[in-house]
Antibody, heavy 123, light 107 residues
């Protein structure tokens, strides 16, 4: 059974850097075609994909947020860390991490999600 | 950047069929998947590879695609199906894209 859990601050000030950790179990990020992604959801709004890291350390970022995001993994700890710089009130959202599966026939899905963590950006 | 457009809301009577569309150029030659999100909960994958159901997802959920539009169909809709639904697709030039979301109300 795959489980993921996000952790990090619930409140950050404008201009600060947000660091979120995703701790997972039930799979290894050293297994081919596995990955972990980050997705956020502002209150009452739609899901927005942020970043993704694959088993081979390939990293992908949302084009609109690429300059502010960094994703890393620690395979030995089963953790993935997302940092987002220069936080602003519009970044207030629930941040989810999710298990990424890449199918052999070319599909890409998030088949297990963490519970999410609400991050509020306010002075 | 690519967008996936969904209707903001769909209303359906219990036992009837609900259809949710997802339109975007990215869907032309890519698979779509669908997530269900109930209030206060994390999204759950209900359809992947356009038309396949993960284990544990009821048969009343099905998916299809025609051209640049994917459709999630819920047959025999139940009150428990009331939720927000999001489509998602991936393309090498845009990476992952989520749809704008559809709120399904079971009246």
């Amino acid at each position: 059974q795959i489980t993921l859990k996000e952790s990090g601050p619930s409140l950050v000030k404008p201009t600060q850097t947000l660091t979120l950790t995703c701790t997972f179990s039930g799979f290894s990020l050293s297994t081919s075609r596995m990955g972990v992604g980050w997705i956020r959801q502002p209150p009452g709004k739609a899901l927005e994909w942020l970043a993704l890291i694959y088993w081979d350390d390939d990293k992908r970022y949302s084009p609109s947020l690429k300059s502010r995001l960094t994703i890393t993994k620690d395979t030995s700890k089963n953790q993935v860390v997302l940092t987002m710089t220069n936080m602003a009130p519009v970044d207030t959202a629930t941040y989810y991490c999710a298990h990424r599966r890449e199918g052999s026939s070319g599909y890409y899905i998030f088949d297990s999600w963490g519970q999410g963590t609400l991050v509020t950006v306010s002075s | 950047s690519y967008e996936l457009t969904q209707p903001p809301s769909v209303s359906v009577s219990p036992g009837q069929t609900a259809s949710i569309t997802c339109s975007g150029d990215i869907l032309g030659n890519k698979y779509a998947c669908w997530y269900q999100q109930k209030p206060g909960q994390s999204p759950v994958l209900v359809i992947y590879q356009t038309s396949k159901r993960p284990s544990g997802i009821p048969e009343r959920f099905s998916g299809s695609k025609s051209g640049n539009t994917a459709t999630l169909t819920i047959r025999g809709t139940q009150a428990m199906d009331e939720a927000d639904y999001y489509c998602q697709a991936w393309d090498s030039s845009t990476e992952d894209v989520f749809g704008t979301g559809t709120k399904v109300t079971v009246l």
